[in-house]
C-alpha cells in the first residue's frame, strides 16, 4: 500500500494494518462487493418477479389512475434497481483481464449504491402500492414513510453514526 494514501477502505488514518498490493486490494474489495450484491440482488429480483406478474391479476382491471400510475412507477424502479445491482458483473464480463480492476470496483461500488437506492423506493412505493389497497390511503402513507425512515436509519444513519464513532476514538490520543 502507497504511503500517505487517503480515501475508503483500508487507507488514510483508519488503516487496518493490511499489508497488501494495489491489486490484492482491488480483489479483497472486489470480492466483498459481490458478496453485498448477492444479498440485494436477489430481493430484488425476487421482488421485482412479483410486480411483474401484478398486472395480469384480475383485480388489477379495479385500481384506479393513481394506483395504475404508482404501479408504473414500482415496476420502473424496480427495473432500474435490478439493473444497477447486475451491472457489476456486466462490467467484469466487459472490462476483465484489461489490468483496470481497480476502476472497475470503484465504478460497480457506485451502481450497487445507486441500485440500493434504487431498491429503497421499488419497496417504498411497492409497500404504498399494496397498503393504499389494505388500509387506506392516509395510514397508507404513515406507514410507508415510517418504513422508509426506518430504512434510511439502518441504511444510513447507523453507518455514519458508527464512523463518527470511529473518528472520534481514532482522534484521542493513546491511553496507557
Known amino acids: 500500500m502507497a504511503a500517505g494514501a487517503t480515501g475508503p477502505d483500508d487507507t488514510g488514518p483508519h488503516r487496518s494494518g493490511r499489508q497488501?498490493?494495489?491489486?490484492?486490494?482491488?480483489?479483497r474489495r472486489w470480492t466483498d462487493l459481490l458478496q453485498e450484491v448477492r444479498v440485494a440482488q436477489t430481493g430484488s429480483q425476487v421482488l421485482f418477479g412479483f410486480l411483474l406478474s401484478v398486472v395480469f391479476m384480475p383485480r388489477f382491471a379495479q385500481l384506479d389512475q393513481f394506483d395504475r400510475n404508482l404501479y408504473v412507477a414500482t415496476v420502473v424502479l424496480g427495473a432500474l434497481a435490478t439493473g444497477s445491482l447486475t451491472a457489476p458483473a456486466a462490467y467484469h464480463r466487459l472490462l476483465s483481464g484489461r489490468r483496470?480492476?481497480?476502476q472497475l470496483v470503484d465504478a460497480a461500488a457506485r451502481l450497487v449504491g445507486v441500485g440500493l437506492v434504487l431498491l429503497a423506493l421499488t419497496i417504498g412505493s411497492a409497500l404504498l402500492l399494496l397498503l393504499r389497497e389494505a388500509v387506506g390511503g392516509a395510514a397508507a402513507g404513515w406507514i410507508t414513510g415510517a418504513?422508509?425512515?426506518?430504512?434510511?436509519?439502518?441504511?444510513?444513519?447507523?453507518?455514519?453514526?458508527h464512523l463518527r464513532h470511529r473518528d472520534g476514538?481514532?482522534?484521542?490520543?493513546?491511553?496507557?
Open 147 to 161: 418504513v422508509m425512515a426506518y430504512f434510511a436509519v439502518c441504511w444510513l444513519l447507523l453507518p455514519m453514526l
Open 169 to 176: 476514538r481514532d482522534k484521542r490520543p493513546p491511553t496507557g
Open 20 to 27: 497488501e498490493t494495489p491489486e490484492e486490494r482491488a480483489d
Open 100 to 102: 483496470l480492476k481497480p
